[in-house]
């Protein structure tokens, strides 16, 4: 099929990360090399602004404005979680054969593949030509076939530095530290408060992932061991961690809402809001209070604190990854050169190849990608499932890169 030409649209959605704006220059240099595409249109807050037809001509932005964006964390187009009805599709097309778009790029996470995946099935109906790509994106590393996604790396560079801070801040003042970190349906984000660990005493010492069913007593006994043996405990924790005593599989986050009638925001793709409440670390700090902190286990008074890692860990300035910079760069212009190249529709991903560190650029099936997730391996997580394995280590240290020294003086173990 000859190659097409006229104009494109790029958009960004979901939870912003520190290097999504890396993908959008990308895109931005690829389409004003491609030749085929005339002009780049960004969106304002994903299909919001292809719905109100409200554009950037991102053609017109300097050189230097584009290098100084590159490098900054958050979306700067404006983000959205909306996912589109067939109105809203049908607008969609109207907006597009208004401005000549062939082109839809569209930067984001599952529910962003989705629904680049519902406009590229609605254009397929309808018979407009219109080449569609997902640009992956996502702190939570969660897409399927890519083996990691652009914003893990730099959110578990910021994490695995905040467990190295907090573990030096527990040793100099012992007790049981509870920090919960993102992570809805996959562990990996969790995972990274390993990466670290300098010595055997270092925290975390136990890491809960939502691939294993929490269940009170066991954490209780995990706690009590630790503390017993090193006289303190940094738990990390993930806020999508599921209840073991539920037979439903909800999240721990979900069966507290309903046991204290209070109601969880949705959006539009149905996803439940984990983030930007401390209620998960407060309840586990409270378990421990009152599981552990009475005569005949570790004593009253036992000093107890729990911090939520919050939307901090998706655009922390100064803790990017460089690996995930230049990756999520290429990400952008890979997916131009797809579009325009041939007539064909899909998501972006990233194949490790054997040997030292490097990875290759492809492409999948949009339907590959679009709302499902997936989980960490089972070679990843410790058998008793409050752990992270060496496997795990490998896999991650090249994305996040070397971490920050510490020391400590000689008879100051533990």
């Known amino acids: 099929m000859a190659r097409i030409r006229g104009n494109a649209i790029v958009g960004q959605s979901g939870g912003p990360t520190a290097v999504i704006n890396q993908s959008l220059v990308g895109v931005i240099e690829a389409a004003q090399s491609s030749g085929v595409i005339d002009r780049l249109l960004g969106a304002r807050h994903g299909v919001k602004g292809i719905l109100r037809e409200d554009f ?96 893990y790396g730099s959110a578990a560079r910021f994490v695995a530095s905040a467990f190295m801070g907090d573990n030096l801040d527990n040793r100099a003042l012992p007790g049981i530290k509870i920090n919960v970190v993102m992570g809805r349906n996959a562990g990996f984000l969790t995972a990274a408060s390993a990466l670290g660990r300098k010595w055997d005493d270092d925290g975390p010492h136990l890491v809960y992932m939502p691939e294993r069913p929490f269940l009170v007593e066991r954490f209780l006994s995990d706690v009590e061991g630790v503390y017993g043996r090193l006289g303190r405990c ?19 986050a979900e069966t507290m809402a309903e046991k204290t009638s209070k109601t969880l925001e949705k959006d539009t793709h149905a996803n439940i809001q984990l983030s930007g409440s401390g209620a ?129 003086l000689s008879g100051m173990g533990r």
């Not at 009805?85 to 049908?90: G, S």
């Not at 806020?239 to 539920?246: A, H, K, M, R």
């Not at 655009?315 to 797809?338: H, K, M, N, Q, T």
């Open 234 to 252: 940094i738990v990390a924790v993930s806020e999508g961690i599921v209840d073991g005593s539920d037979p439903l599989k909800r999240t721990v």
């Open 56 to 151: 950037v001509d991102l053609f017109s932005q300097s050189r230097e404005t584009l290098d100084e964006v590159a490098l900054t964390p958050s979306s700067a187009l404006g983000s959205v979680r909306q996912k589109p009805n067939p109105d809203d599709c049908y607008r969609i097309f109207e907006s597009m054969r208004k401005n000549d778009v062939r082109f839809y790029f569209y930067i984001g996470g599952n529910d962003s593949a989705e629904t680049v995946h519902i406009v590229n099935k609605a254009a397929q109906d309808s018979n407009y030509e219109l080449r569609c790509f997902h640009v992956p994106k996502t702190v939570d590393n969660d897409l399927r076939v890519t083996d990691h996604c652009p914003g």
């Open 280 to 408: 998960l670390g407060d309840w586990l700090a409270n378990v421990v209070r009152e599981g552990l902190g009475i005569e005949g286990r570790l004593g009253r008074g036992l000093r107890v604190r729990a911090d939520t890692l919050g939307y901090m860990q998706r655009s922390f300035p100064g803790v990017i990854s460089e690996v995930d910079a230049l990756e999520a760069r290429e990400c952008g212009r890979v997916a131009v050169r797809l579009a325009v190249s041939e007539d064909r529709d899909g998501s972006v991903v990233m194949l490790r190849e054997p040997g030292d560190y490097r990875v290759r650029f492809d492409y999948t099936a949009l339907v590959n990608v679009a709302r499902e997730t997936r989980s960490m391996p089972d070679a990843f997580i410790s058998p008793e499932g409050s752990n992270v394995t060496d496997a795990f280590m490998e896999y991650a240290r090249p994305l996040v890169g070397l971490l920050p020294p510490y020391g400590r």
